[in-house]
């Protein structure tokens, strides 16, 4: 009975423990729930100020760009329309919603006619104010908009300004936000603009505030679930939630906060998506309320163990009986023991017999030395590694075998201190005086106060020899032996930081190598590169460092101070050793080498190795370019001929035609030389930051970036363009348009041209294309449909340059063309020299026995027309004529010689 009350009275005790637990943990997990659901108020009202952030700082650009615009405007005096037009058309292209500039006059009712009056005369002659249904005394008005998509909508728009609005404009408050009354959404941006102290005018951005707030939220609920509202006094601006699908005011917003568009103080709401569809029972506090659960669950657990260890106590009283009488049973089990360790013993005498066995049978060298690194005992093996089986070498000094003297040095610091060391590699000397590399690891070792050193020596001489193979292969070119390319970079680094030095690099390439492999096959290809790379050595082996850079490329590095004979001298001696036949089999090939010189003075910082080699193979191609066979010097011209070239390309990638490209208009005179017949289309580039560029410099660029088809479509356009607004002028006129055979290629324009003379009301006839016989006859196979095709469409096709291309008479006659274009250079001196005279003629019958046109350009004088007056010519052009005219100057021109218009055969 008194057990039980002892019991009972535990039980009553751990249960009050228990319930204290339980109150405990229910408290904390109220707490629990107060910190997350003010974390979680504090997260939504940072979302909300990153969302209100995102609106300020678009306004802010907005503003920016205001401010850009007043300081412009500011600086420049009478600024006109169409400048005012241009300005905005350049700065509003690159902003993501649509916005227009606009310039305000600020008036009182009185001035409304004195306003339309003064804008009418200054050009405004449709100009009138639309004043709005209530009128005040204070109105602001629109003078100027851009662009042009706004202009007549926009210009003459009023607004009434009330005492406050008035306000904020005349204490210059920076840029006040007006909305529009009769256009709601439309609000204007306005920054006033004073002359002589007083506010006249203002400059202003007009814009749709729910297109803007749309660019900026229209894909939040989509990505985050949330909803944003933007209210301007009680009254929905914007909001995420357009099809109105949870009717937000209807639900209170999770967090809000004020947001300034600059005069007017805005209200941005969010709503979370546990405010748009809030659940029976939020997540985190099922969370909580769960741990909380469990935690009651754990003390249970704990209280039951507490009670399951007092049960276990007993039996553990119980089981230390049972293990007392255990005991004796054990005493009889170690005699047992002792017997087994006896027979143990015996079998390690037995094992120990083994490893003397082992150690004296064993293909690795195993030795023993002493505390002074004295050999004391080694195996047969260990003999045969350096003591060549002499058995009597016992006590001789370890170390002697170390061929290297701090390797040595390092061996008996260790053997000083008695350390341990790592596996390691060293030279071995042997007996006879031969060597190997051997591999050491061994132990220091103390038995009864005595040190000794058990060691063990492997041979990887052949192991060496391999890896030695696997560096070389690694540094060297395996055909010819030459350092290859990785090698040479990390040798050209090297230097360029060395002291003060000169060096000269030099690029070779190979001429006229594809052609051995392609005709002989590789095998002798690689004959030849063996070849060249010997006489290289022969040639300049001892004064610089040769590697082979890949295929039928190599670089020699030369230290000016090693170069026995001035630099040219040795190119030139380069090259005569390329040229020098190369035996192969019964064949004897000849190649030329083109050379890339690069002179750099170490220490080179600015450039790295790459930098290097790769100016030097600028100039190698720039001796490609002078006919191969020679040499070119890198210079800093060079450097800025190619900077000039990338500067081109970035702003061809960059161009905006309309605003930096035009065309000239070269008249063509008919055969007696007198009446305007046509002109030749020429474009011209004036670019903002190079000015004039010639087309001869950037047009081969285009051709090379991929803009060919964009300027020649532009060109096409615009000289079409032209001819159309003519109108009834151009009955009798043709024109000629430069095309290049990179767009004759491209499907998509063959595809347009036709479109584009299908729309046009031009006749066929007046419009002809003119190809370089140069680029037509290298491209002639790739073209002749494309050729067939516009000459089926009527659209005539001119050989322009002819006589400067080498075109023989049998592809010229397979070609659909109707006429060609003498070169200007054929008519320098035609006059006085009889030699160019007859050249003349003879282009001149070529073209009449194929029955085609002949134009002449370059005419520059009157006794040059005369003679060609008497060959078989029917058009001229030429500075005796004309110099090349802008769009104005040749609609003038054609009023002028309008009745000397001859119509086209």
């Known amino acids: 009975m008194k057990q039980l009350n002892l019991k009972l009275k535990g039980f009553r005790f751990h249960l009050f423990i228990y319930l204290i637990f339980v109150i405990a943990m229910s408290f904390i997990g109220l707490r629990l729930e107060k910190h997350y659901e003010a974390q979680s108020e504090q997260d939504l009202n940072i979302q909300l100020s990153s969302y209100n952030q995102v609106f300020q700082n678009k306004l802010r650009q907005l503003e920016n760009l205001l401010y850009a615009f007043d300081a412009y405007f500011q600086s420049s005096s009478n600024i006109s329309s169409k400048s005012f037009y241009k300005v905005a058309q350049s700065q509003l292209q690159g902003i993501e919603i649509e916005v227009g500039l606009e310039q305000y006059v600020l008036f009182k009712s009185e001035q409304i006619e004195e306003i339309q009056t003064r804008q009418i005369k200054q ?58 009354p009769q256009k709601n959404d439309q609000w204007s941006l306005v920054l006033i603009q004073k002359v002589a102290g007083k506010v006249h005018s203002a400059l202003g951005l007009r814009l749709a505030l729910s297109s803007l707030l749309e660019n900026l939220y229209h894909n939040l609920y989509a990505e985050t679930g949330e909803h944003i509202r933007l209210i301007n006094q009680e009254e929905v601006i914007f909001t995420t939630d357009w099809k109105g699908r949870f009717n937000l005011d209807e639900i209170k917003a999770s967090v809000s906060t004020s ?204 192991a060496k020899l391999f890896n030695e193979q696997l560096k070389y292969r690694a540094q060297y070119d395996s055909l010819t032996n030459l350092l290859n390319r990785q090698t040479f970079l990390e040798l050209l680094d090297k230097l360029r930081f060395s002291s003060q030095s000169r060096f000269i690099l030099l690029y070779i390439d190979l001429d006229r190598f594809k052609l051995i492999n392609d005709t002989l ?81 170490s220490p080179c910082i600015e450039y790295d190795a790459k930098k290097l080699i790769h100016d030097a193979d600028i100039a190698m191609y720039e001796a490609k370019q002078q006919g191969k066979n020679d040499y070119y010097i890198f210079s800093s011209k060079l450097s800025q001929q190619i900077n000039r070239r990338l500067q081109i390309e970035t702003l061809l990638h960059d161009l905006i035609p309309d605003l930096e490209l035009s065309i000239n208009l070269q008249p063509l005179y008919c055969k007696l030389g007198i009446r305007l017949i046509g002109f030749e289309a020429l474009l011209r580039w004036d670019s903002d930051e190079l000015g004039r560029i010639s087309p001869e410099e950037f047009i081969p660029i285009a051709e090379e970036c991929g803009k060919m088809s964009l300027l020649g479509k532009w060109v096409f356009e615009r000289a079409l363009r032209f001819m159309e607004q003519l109108g009834d002028k151009s009955q009798d006129l043709f024109i000629n348009i430069n095309v290049s055979p990179l767009q004759l290629q491209q499907n998509s324009f063959m595809h347009w041209l036709t479109n584009r003379v299908n729309q046009s009301p031009l006749s066929r006839r007046q419009i002809r294309i003119e190809l370089t016989e140069s680029a037509m006859m290298a491209k002639e ?47 320098e001196n035609i006059e006085t020299d009889n030699g160019v005279s007859q050249l003349v003629k003879a282009i001149c019958a070529i073209a009449e026995s194929f029955h085609l046109s002949v134009t002449v350009e370059g005419v520059e004088t009157q006794a040059q027309l005369t003679v060609l007056k008497s060959l078989y010519c029917h058009q001229f052009q030429g500075y005796f004529f004309s110099k090349p005219l802008t769009e104005k100057q040749m609609i003038k021109r054609i009023d002028e010689e309008s009745k000397n218009i001859v119509k086209i055969a």
């Open 123 to 180: 050009g405004q002659f449709d100009f009138r104010l639309y004043l709005p249904a209530k009128l005040e005394d204070d109105l602001m008005g629109v003078i100027k908009a851009a662009p042009v998509s706004d202009y007549g909508h926009n210009i003459g728009q009023v607004i009434a300004l009330n005492e406050n609005e008035l306000t904020k404009l005349s204490l210059e408050h920076g840029v006040v936000a007006l909305n529009w």
């Open 259 to 462: 947001s300034q568009f600059f005069s007017h103080e805005l209200t941005l709401e969010l709503y979370n998506p546990e405010s748009l569809s809030p659940p029976v029972l939020p997540i985190r506090l099922c969370v909580i309320i769960s741990l909380v659960v469990v935690s009651w669950m754990c003390g249970a657990l704990i209280l039951f163990q507490i009670f399951a260890l007092k049960g276990r106590n007993r039996e553990i009283n119980r089981i230390v009986v049972q293990r007392t009488a255990s005991l004796v049973d054990s005493n009889r089990e170690l005699k047992k023991e002792s017997l087994l360790k006896t027979q143990a013993l015996k079998q390690q005498i037995k094992s120990e017999n083994q490893y003397t066995k082992l150690f004296v049978n064993s293909h690795e060298g195993l030795f023993i030395l002493d505390c002074n690194e004295n050999i004391k005992t080694f195996n047969p093996a260990f003999s045969s590694l350096l003591l060549d089986n002499d058995i009597d070498k016992k006590n001789v000094s370890f170390s002697r075998f170390i061929y290297s003297p701090d390797q040595t040095l390092q061996w008996q610091q260790d053997v000083k201190n008695k350390l341990n060391h790592q596996e390691f590699e060293w030279l071995a000397k042997k007996q006879n005086g031969k060597s190997i590399w051997v591999r050491q690891s061994g132990n220091w070792v103390k038995n009864d106060g005595i040190w000794s050193y058990e060691g063990r020596l492997v041979d990887i001489t052949q």
């Open 521 to 601: 096959g590789h095998v002798a290809g690689d004959k030849v590169l063996i070849e060249f790379a010997a006489r290289m050595q022969n040639l300049l082996g001892p004064f610089s460092d040769i590697a082979r850079l890949g295929g039928d490329e190599f670089a020699v590095l030369i230290r000016q101070n090693h170069l026995s004979e001035n630099l040219i001298g040795l190119l030139i001696n380069i090259l005569e050793e390329i040229r020098k036949p190369f035996n192969y089999n019964e064949h004897s090939l000849s190649v030329s080498g083109s050379i890339g010189v690069r002179k750099f003075t």
């Open 781 to 827: 196979a790739a073209l002749i449909e494309q050729l067939k095709e516009i000459h089926k469409l009527g659209i005539g096709i001119y050989i322009d340059d002819f006589g400067t291309g080498y075109s023989s008479l049998s592809r010229i006659k397979n070609l659909p063309i109707d006429g060609i274009k003498i070169d200007r250079s054929f008519i």
